[in-house]
């Protein structure tokens, strides 16, 4: 909040910041340092989920190697800089580079963390807009993207998406989520979600459990279903054949909600229940009754999550589980997935933004969600030729980690005539920057996350305070952008006069001595609140949030929202797009995918409650013992390849290799290998030179930037192909399953 006051020791409330779960905490400060974190109870909302990742934040606030002011790059060192400095030489080598090469030399890419800060995102984009670069890219091409392909297709928004109503349901049927361990949360928060689907169980509900993995959450299912991977769609495709040859679809909203019903049903007579079966390795008689139970629950939901997305046919997976829904009468209705529109409309300042239309210079591909795909970003910095990039900003992200085919992105940033990394510590996809800039941790800024209120299945609010202040040289991000912006004397937003309205702001703070008078997030932060839409009866002020610091519950949960948000022309869903319907029919048509014989193993991915995608993996206290990733095989697989629980296995691709400890487990398929994902990032100390430290492998040194989704591009983070080789011999093994340090990456 703009000019709190701080009195130590003290509470203060607010709320998590690393995940759309959004906990209400409590934080216990003195002398300006976190001494506690812990749930926040008089939340009403969202401290349910409340884990280690919140509990354990003032690590990353006060890590050993933070970055804490501007550092240069010097020959193999760093160097203390002023920001008037790094400003100054990064805006000026841009600059000369744009004149070179045009708008596209300068690229940028951002991830999670950046997600959660709303000050972040717009200042960013601000500040490309002024660039004119459409050399933008996000992590959410790694796992997100086919959700929003299959917003705008079906309900002619990219971030119009439905939310879960648990406590009504009577059949959950879960595609590639595990949500035992990620609480209900991607793209969707709804607090506690895992325990009250548990609660309706004890009721009578059916939880079904679609996942290649036997999950914690699989089991407490009714039903495993231990789908082959990246064959989700088959299995989807095959319920929604099920459910049309037998009527049991819901005549009102096939008719009156939707559009383009005929298409659906001509792909679905097309398809053979019997190959489907085959392709998805579910007998044919499971998913008959499966289908059938789903379509006649008095109440029921299908949620697809990422272990749908992460295949070359996610997008059409994510589309079936949607088709599901809609063609069920499950929308808009309880126990089903509704629409929340939330304190704010968002889906309204979304669509008063013009999409762009630039397409990759090198594949053709168009923007999903406002971003290029990270798969395609070393070959854009590689390739000579108009539009390529010399110089990238990376806001809080670590795509040689995150992203596939790490090695090639490593070396292609190598080879950038400028790199510049804004985040709390030197990680893997900065060891190359030539200016490292000191980014502001969520436990440090204010934050109001107004554009994912639609996201709480609730209509909530609550403003995040601060709890204490940040490093005297640390800058909150939107202030780079803006500095970059004016050195760069490029429009701010795009818009002329902007520049000159913040340069007066700050002349006119800096005379009056009142800091509030300089332009900043406070002020589209109020703004956001004057447009808020009346919630219940009552349009929500400014007041209202300061004098609720645990969160504000604005109304009850409510129906019949979803029609009056689509964004269609019609106001109908589009249930059968000519793109997906195009794809399906590829799918289809193709045989089902084989094994290469020199890589015998899809390798799969599973998810930790501890863990944040790449981010948090490389912090002790989430990890006691120094414990990191391990590859699960089936103990079949184990005995015919000689490995044991713990061995050292060497895990190859034909793009790159790793070594890690083997953990035997029968929760895996057979020919099913689980790395997971996010580890392997090593933290560096620029200044003194110390040993980096880090945990486990990054398992996407073994995934190719290609093949990707055509619709989402997404690679096949999780259906690739890999070899598995034990390590060393039985005694050498013996020496190595001591305690040591973190396994090395090959």
Known sequence: MAGHQQVDPRTVFTFCRYCLASCGIEVHVEDNRVHKISADKQNPHSWQDFCAKGRNAAQLVEHPQRIRTPLRRVGDRYVPASWEEAISDIAARMTALIDADGPDAVGAYYGNPAGYSSSNLIFMNGWLDAVG???????????????????????????MVPVSDIDNCDYFLLVGTNPAVSA??????????????????????????????????????????????????????????????????????????????????????????????????????????????????????????????????????????????????????????????????????????????????????????????????????????????????????????????????????????????IDFVQRESHRHAHWLLPAVHWLERDDLLALTSNLHDEPYVQYGVRAVDPPPDAREEWRIFVDLALAMNVPLFGVKGVNAFVKGSRRLAAMTGRPAMEFSPHWINRLVIAMSRKVNGHRLKWRDLLAHPHGMVLGP?????FVKALRTDDKRVRIAPAELVARARELLAAPPP???????????????????????????????????????????????????????????????????????????????????????????????????????VNRNLLIDGEPVDPLSQTPALSSGYVAVALCATPKQMTLSRQPAGPVRQA
């Open 133 to 159: 670069t459409q050399n933008r890219y996000a992590v959410g091409s790694v796992d997100q993207n086919a959700l929003h392909v299959v917003a705008e297709a079906m309900y002619g928004s990219a971030i």
């Open 184 to 421: 209900w949360n991607w793209v969707e928060s709804a607090p506690g979600g895992w325990k009250r689907a548990l609660a309706r169980q004890r009721d009578g509900a059916t939880i079904v459990v679609v996942d290649p993995l036997r999950t914690e959450s699989a089991d407490k299912a009714d039903v495993h279903l231990a789908v082959r991977p990246g064959q989700d769609w088959a299995l989807l495709l095959a319920m929604v054949k099920v459910i049309l040859d037998e009527r049991l679809e819901h005549p009102g909203d096939c008719a009156q909600l939707t559009s383009g019903m005929p298409a659906l049903r001509a792909l679905v007579a097309e398809a053979e229940l019997d190959d489907l079966a085959h392709r998805c390795d579910i007998p044919r008689g499971q998913i008959e009754v499966t289908a059938r139970d789903f379509a006649t629950a008095k109440s029921a939901m299908a949620v697809t999550r990422t272990g749908v997305s992460l295949h070359v046919s996610g997008t059409v997976g994510e589309w079936l589980g949607h088709v599901l829904n809609v063609i069920t009468g499950r929308m808009d209705r309880p126990g089903g997935r509704r629409f929340e529109p939330g304190y704010i409309d968002a889906l309204k300042l979304a669509a008063a933004a013009k999409p762009s239309e630039h397409r990759s210079r090198l594949t053709g591909r168009a923007m999903v969600a406002g971003a290029h795909a990270l798969s395609e970003l070393p070959a854009e910095i590689t390739t000579p030729g108009p539009g390529q990039i010399r110089a990238l900003v990376i806001n809080c992200g670590n795509p040689v980690v995150s992203g596939p085919n790490g090695a090639a992105l490593d070396r292609a940033l190598a080879q950038l005539d400028l790199l510049v990394a």
């Open 594 to 696: 084989q094994a290469p014989e020199a890589y015998p193993f899809q390798i799969g991915n599973r998810r930790h409650r501890h863990s944040m995608n790449s981010f948090l993996n490389d912090l002790p206290g989430l990890h006691p013992g120094g414990k990191g990733s391990t590859v699960l095989i089936h103990p079949a697989d184990g005995a015919v390849l000689g490995i044991g629980d713990g061995d050292l296995v060497r895990v190859s691709s034909p793009v790159g290799a790793v070594e890690v400890r083997a953990s035997l487990s029968e929760r895996t398929r057979r020919g099913l290998v689980v790395l997971d994902h996010g580890w392997g990032s090593r933290v560096f100390d620029p200044q003194d030179g110390a040993a980096p430290q880090s945990f486990g």
């Open 557 to 561: 949960r409510e129906y019949g929202h």
